[in-house]
């Protein structure tokens, strides 16, 4: 019997689109998947979403991201990092607990994707009580931007988005045939080569897999969105994305934008719910 997963992209303050779509989700009791997987802010959201905890991303990303102690440009140039995202996954947790009983008891699995630093490949784990704050913090762990590489079953990890953004064709791999895909991107969006990626050369010669990664990320991006665009014939994705004019960045903390980036996300999950019926009533 074929399976139908729900895949989410990170995008650091970009998360806030899909904290949109999911609350919509959530609203309307739409829980129906056998199994999900999430990329850095992707996987924080999913969390939340599959524990049951309506707004909870949102919060987060609009009070506690926003916070000096987890953006801190002073603390880069001293050293020191320059997202957090240690502290922004403990700080959330004990401020915002998460349902994570409900999670647990709903067996829905949620795959955290991080890549490997020896090696730059991605690595797929199934969230589990034991290792949920390692795979997070991972996952969410932006090279330099987060100066450690946290280790997960012995393992140095970064950032999951640097070898599987959208890990769609992974999904579909485990026999997922109807998977919906969050974005934060917009429907044409392209990633190009970033030019930053052959000055940092010197800082990683002794880990060629992450740089390798780093060489590697727009096409393999780009060959995630090549999946998207002409599927297999046996599947049937579900693609939301914001609009072109999506206000929010990377790094963006502007309490305004932050919110209209949220209600894209809120109408982009409503539009989409209604597809579903749509197309279940003609089926």
Known sequence: MSQRALVVEGGA?????????????????YQDFDFAVGVSA????????????????????TDHACRPEFINWQRFMAGGHLCDVLWLWHQSLQDVPLALDQHWQRNVPLWVVTTSVEEGSPRYFQARPENLNE??????????????????????????????????RWA??????????????????????SALTPLIKPWVK????????????AEIYNDSLAFIA?????????????????????????????????????????????????QLSSG
């Open 42 to 61: 992707g996987s924080t959201n999913l969390i939340g979403y599959l524990a049951g905890d309506h707004g909870r991303s949102r919060k987060i990303i």
């Open 172 to 193: 579909y791999e485990q026999g997922a045939r109807e998977i919906t895909v969050v974005l934060s991107r917009h429907h044409g969006y392209r990633k190009k080569p």
């Open 135 to 168: 795979i997070m913090t991972a996952s969410c762990s932006i090279p330099f931007a987060y100066r450690d590489f946290p280790q997960v079953e012995g393992q140095a990890m970064t950032d999951g988005g640097l070898a599987d953004s959208i890990p769609v």
């Open 230 to 278: 002409n599927p297999p014939e046996d599947c049937r994705l579900t693609v939301i994305a914001p609009q072109e004019t999506f206000p929010v960045s990377r790094l963006t903390t502007n309490a305004k934008k932050l919110e209209q980036g949220y209600q894209q996300g809120h109408w982009a999950g409503m539009q989409a719910l209604g597809m579903q019926l749509k």
């Open 13 to 29: 303050m970009r998360g806030i689109f899909a904290a949109g779509v999911l609350d919509a989700f959530l609203e309307n009791g």
């Open 206 to 217: 002794d880990m060629p897999g992450l740089y390798g990664a780093m060489l590697k990320r």
